[in-house]
C-alpha cells in the first residue's frame, strides 16, 4: 500500500510537467507588457495580488502562528528579494532588451547553478543516474535554443538584458535552495503568502523611484488582464507547485523542471503565432523529456514481506 509520502512524491513528479508551463506564461507575458508596463510596478502588482488572492485560505494560519513570523522574518526577506524581486523585477526589466534565444540559452543555466548551489552549501550530490538525466535534459534544451546549429554560438549578441537574465537566472537558484533548505513552520500556500508579501516590502522602494522616473502604468483591459493571469498562472499557481515539488523531491531535482521551459515556448508559439515545429524541437523534446525522467524520478524501494524477509 502507497504511503503518504510516496503519494506526495507521485504527485510532485506530475507537477513536474505542470509547474514550468505556468513559468512559460510569465516570460510570453515579460516581453507581451514591456511596451506599457514598467518592469517593477508589472512585478509589485503581480505579488501584491498573490498576496491578497492566496490571504483569505491562509490568513488564519498566520495570525495563528505570529511568533514563527517573528522567527523566520529574515529568511521571509531574503526570499522575498530573491524570488520575488530580483527574479521578478529583473526577468521583466531584461525582457525589453533581449532576445528569446539568449533568454532560454541564459535561463538553461539555472538548474546547474541550483545543483552547483547545493553542492557547495550543503554538500547535496546526484546520483549517476540522476547526473546522466541531468546531461541529457541539459542537451536538448541547447539543440532547442541554438536551434540544432552550433553555429548559432557564434552569433550571439549579449546586452544590459541578457546580464539582467543571468542575474535573475542565479537569484531563482538561491531561492530554490534556501526554500528546501530552511526550515518553516508553516505550510506552502501561507509561507509562500509570506513570503510575496516580503517581496513587495522590499520593492516598494525601487517601485518610487519608477513611478517618480516613468509615472504609473495605465489601467486599461490589457494590463489588467497582464496583471491578472501574472497572479493567478505564474504567481500563485506556478510558485506553489514549485514549492510543493521542492518540498517533497530537494531542489537539485526540482529545479532541472526548468529545461521543460524551451519546449513549452515552442508549444506556445504554434499555438498562439502559428509558428511550425522544427525538427529541432522534437530533437530537443526527446532529449529533454527522457532525461528528465532520470532525474527526477526516486524508485520506490521494494518491500519484502515480513515472512519473507526473515
Known sequence: MDTAATRDQR?????IFVTPAMFTTNMVLARATADF??????????????????LPFCGAELRRRRAALAREWRSLLILGSLGMGICGAGVYLAAATTTATNIGLLYSFSPIGIILLSRAMFGERLSVRQ?????????????????GDPATLLHLRFTTGDLLILVAAMSWALYAVLLKRWPSAFSVNARLTAIAAAGVLVMLPFLAWELAVQG??????????????????????AYATYSYITKHLGPSRTGLTLYLSPIYTAVVAWLFLGEAFAAHHWIGAALVLPGLYLATH??????????EAR
Open 298 to 307: 526516486q524508485p520506490v524501494p521494494h518491500t519484502r514481506p515480513a515472512d
Open 131 to 147: 547526473a546522466l538525466g541531468a546531461a541529457l535534459a541539459f542537451s536538448g534544451v541547447l539543440v532547442i535554443v541554438l536551434r
Open 216 to 237: 504609473p502604468p495605465v489601467f486599461d483591459t490589457r494590463t489588467v488582464a497582464a496583471v491578472l493571469t501574472l497572479i493567478v498562472v505564474p504567481g500563485a499557481g
Open 11 to 15: 504527485i510532485a513528479q506530475l507537477l
Open 37 to 54: 508596463i514598467p518592469p517593477v510596478a508589472l512585478a509589485e502588482l503581480r505579488w501584491l495580488g498573490v498576496v491578497l488572492l492566496l
